[in-house]
């Protein structure tokens, strides 16, 4: 028996990779599938991100169009501000210029009152001289008064005092009894003195420049009525002028214009009350200088022209 042998045929073909690139070709659609997916999903997200930073685009353009209207609202003020300040600077400057001259003008107006307090100052000097002349006339008549009889009678009564409305007062008891108009004989040696010291005053030509009138005057207390208080407070104080001029006649010729008598009853008493003190005291001769009013008039006039002037 033969034995049939089998014989194996040696492969020559080619072997087949077919199913190796179908892997190889789905590995890649599929790759390339997740490479579609994940290029969409990107897609989605970066349009998504593009989306809201749109919005955020949107939103900063929007704030920045509102912080641009307050920048040009805070320059708006801002120049507001810069006019305003620059009229504020303007009116203090104008203010600065008013007190600049309101400065020059109260220094002038300093000066002014200077000159003005100066000139005032000589004006009063000069009415103060004037008031001390008419004062000094009668401190000298009492002066020279005491120095010839005394300052005081065998009483201790003061002959004479310089009043406060600076007039001389001679205490009517020592010239007349009460209810009298004749002169004491202890008061006549009083009144001769006065008439001594009054013509040696006059004689001074400056002093007498300056007078007006020697006013004597009477005055009474407030017993009885008015009119015949009148009646004797002149006839006293007429007394004494007449005895004045009798007893030193160069006197009456030489200055007799000069002398006045006055009465005023009871109506001008240094001392209130009714007791009889008080009317001793109203019982009076006073004695007055009256400077000229024209003196005193020239002073002023004399002022004022210097104002004028200036």
């Known amino acids: 028996m ?46 998504k991100n593009l989306e809201f930073l749109q919005l955020q685009l949107d939103e900063t353009e929007q704030d920045l169009v509102a912080k641009h209207e307050a920048i040009q609202l805070a320059e708006r003020r801002l120049q507001l501000i810069e006019d305003e ?30 000159a003005s307090n100066e000139e005032l100052g000589n004006l009063r000097t000069k009415l103060e001289q004037v008031a001390v002349l008419r004062l000094d006339i009668l401190e000298k008549v009492k002066q020279s008064i005491e120095q010839q009889i005394g300052s005081t009678n065998e ?22 009894d009460y209810n009298s108009y ?3 004989t ?5 009144i001769r003195q006065f008439a001594i010291a009054f013509e040696k005053i006059l004689d001074d030509q400056d002093v007498r420049a300056n ?3 020697i006013n004597v005057e009477g005055h009474t207390d407030d017993t009885g009525s008015s009119l015949y208080n009148r ?9 004494v002028v007449n005895y004045m001029m009798q007893t030193n006649p160069s006197l009456e010729i030489k200055y007799g214009e000069y002398f006045a008598a ?25 004695i007055s200088v009256i400077i000229k009013d024209a003196n005193v008039q020239t002073i002023i006039t004399d002022y004022l022209k210097d104002i004028g002037n200036n």
């Open 182 to 184: 004749i002169i004491k």
């Open 155 to 176: 009483r201790g009564e003061q002959l004479v005092t310089i009043g406060d409305n600076a007039n001389i007062v001679i205490n009517e008891g020592l010239v007349f």
């Open 186 to 190: 202890e008061g006549r040696e009083l």
């Open 211 to 213: 007078i007006d009138a």
């Open 2 to 47: 033969k034995i049939r042998r089998r014989k194996f045929k040696k492969s020559t073909e080619p072997q087949s990779f077919w199913p190796s690139f179908t892997d190889v070709m789905s590995t890649i659609a599929l790759v390339l599938f997740f490479l579609m997916l994940l290029a969409y999903i990107q897609n989605i997200i970066t349009g």
């Open 85 to 114: 300040v620059k009229r504020t600077q303007a009116e203090v400057e104008r203010g600065q210029e008013k007190l600049t001259l309101s400065q020059r003008e109260i220094e002038q107006q300093r000066r002014i009152i200077a």
């Open 262 to 286: 006055t009465g005023y009853s009871e109506f001008r008493p240094i001392a209130l009350g009714t007791s009889e003190a008080a009317r001793q005291r109203n019982r009076r001769i006073e």
């Open 231 to 239: 009646d004797l407070s002149v006839k006293r104080s007429t007394s």
